[in-house]
């Protein structure tokens, strides 16, 4: 796996950033350009399991690795959720199975600047290079409107 980064500037406060990025209602707007309909299933607490699904109830899944609240957070990816079963074992889960996705706030200049690091296969490089920078672009749109 390769890891790759983006990053944004926000002029907002990291407080009204990071509610956006977690939010149940914020998280399925910033996360459409991935998936439309998509939602987070979890509690976003330090060991707790995350649920990553489609608007078809398909995904990942995932545990919380690390969580500063405002910070950063680190979310290792252990799985796949399917028809309602988790599968950790398959040849496809097995070519990605502990990536980390990690998100993390920090102030420059009275803004704020949110930084993306993931594990990738070669598969899905290209795909995420398109697709972060319009999430990243959705956040700002969201926390500067």
Same mark, same amino acid.
């Given at each position: ?7 944004? +500037?926000? @002029? ?5 950033? #990071?509610?956006? *990025? *977690?939010?149940?209602?914020? $998280?399925?707007? #910033? ?15 330090? %060991?707790s399991k995350a649920l990553f *699904? ?5 995904? =990942?899944?995932?545990q919380i690795a690390e969580h ?11 799985? =796949? $959720?399917?028809?309602?079963?988790? @599968?950790?074992?398959? +040849?496809?889960?097995?070519? #990605?199975? %502990? ?5 993390? !706030? ?12 993931? @594990? ?11 697709? #972060?920078?319009?999430? !990243?672009?959705?956040?700002?749109? *969201?926390? +500067?409107?």
């Amino acid at each position: 796996m390769e890891r790759i980064y983006f990053k944004i +500037e926000i @002029d907002a406060p990291k407080e009204k950033v #990071w509610d956006i *990025l *977690l939010g149940e209602t914020t $998280y399925p707007k #910033w996360t459409a350009p991935f998936s439309e309909g998509s939602r987070a299933v979890t509690d976003w607490q330090v %060991g707790s399991k995350a649920l990553f *699904l489609s608007a078809e109830g398909d995904g =990942m899944v995932s545990q919380i690795a690390e969580h500063i609240p405002n910070e950063y957070i680190s979310i290792h990816h252990l799985g =796949m $959720y399917i028809n309602g079963a988790e @599968d950790y074992n398959s +040849e496809e889960v097995k070519k #990605w199975a %502990g990536a980390v996705e990690s998100y993390k !706030l920090s102030t420059k200049d009275g803004k704020s600047l949110l930084s993306i690091e993931l @594990d990738t296969t070669e598969d899905h490089k290209d795909y995420f290079e398109e697709t #972060w920078p319009k999430a !990243l672009e959705k956040v700002k749109e *969201l926390a +500067e409107g």
